[in-house]
């Protein structure tokens, strides 16, 4: 089945760096690779998400690149803010199957 | 987008005793649905895939005599964690997939065996 690996585990950053999170997957028929934002004890909030044709994708200060090569893929947050502080999970699933997490990234933007 | 409720939101329930976790899509039918589990400053874990009138298929590692899913319908599957121990208390998330690629989650159910 898929695994998915995901690093760092924690991150600190000072406010308008950017931050960089990388996460590999094992399983070749993976085609979407979304990123989540996660408040404790509230569900994962979709931030952005990519798809097995796509190398890269841009929402304002988000993007997302993919090496389907490689079978990695990387969130890249620009001008960070202290609201960008939360727990960051990246997933894989290939058609028909389930998301599989990463074990997340603690981000934390200091002001 | 499509929404996916949960019910309850939490529970406390005693050891030994059962607990009924409902998980619905609101505004599109789910032939299948999948349950996580999330451990305090872990990550959602899946424990098992939900099928529409027919057995659910578990993760390695999941007693499936211990947490019976049900899915009798194209928008319910239920959770049933049987004969709580305080180990189980997790706090366990529903999906459902809208298309090939989104999941959508429900809002999680916290579950403290007493």
């Known amino acids: 089945g898929e695994n998915v690996e995901q690093h760092p585990s924690t991150l600190s950053v000072q406010e308008g760096d950017s931050a960089v999170i990388k996460c590999t997957y094992s399983?070749?028929?993976?085609?979407?690779f979304p990123w989540y934002k996660q408040e404790l004890g509230k569900r994962p909030q979709l931030i952005i998400d990519?798809?097995?044709?796509?190398g890269e994708k841009k929402d304002q200060r988000i993007a997302v690149t993919l090496n389907k090569t490689a079978k990695h893929f990387s969130l890249h947050i620009t001008e960070t803010q202290p609201e960008d502080s939360a727990v960051y999970f990246c997933?894989?699933?290939?058609?028909?199957?389930?998301?599989?997490f990463g074990k997340g990234t603690t981000l934390s933007v200091s002001s | 987008g499509a929404v996916v409720s949960q019910h309850p939101s939490w529970v406390i329930c005693k050891s030994g005793t059962s607990v009924k976790i409902e998980c619905r899509s609101l505004?599109?039918?789910?032939?299948?649905m999948f349950w996580y589990r999330q451990f305090p400053k872990q990550s959602l874990m899946l424990m098992a895939t939900?099928?529409?009138?027919?057995?659910?298929?578990?993760e390695q590692g999941v007693e499936k005599d211990k947490f019976l899913i049900n899915h009798a319908s194209l928008t319910l599957s239920t959770l049933t964690v049987t004969s709580a121990h305080p180990e189980d208390s997790s706090f366990y998330i529903c999906?459902?997939?809208?298309?090939?690629?989104?999941?959508?989650f429900g809002p999680g159910t916290r579950l403290t065996v007493t």
């Open positions: 999906s459902a997939p809208s298309g090939d690629y989104e999941q959508y």
């Open positions: 399983d070749s028929a993976s085609n979407y």
């Open positions: 990519i798809r097995s044709n796509v």
């Open positions: 997933a894989a699933r290939g058609a028909g199957t389930a998301l599989i």
């Open positions: 505004d599109f039918q789910a032939t299948t």
């Open positions: 939900s099928n529409e009138g027919s057995k659910a298929t578990y």
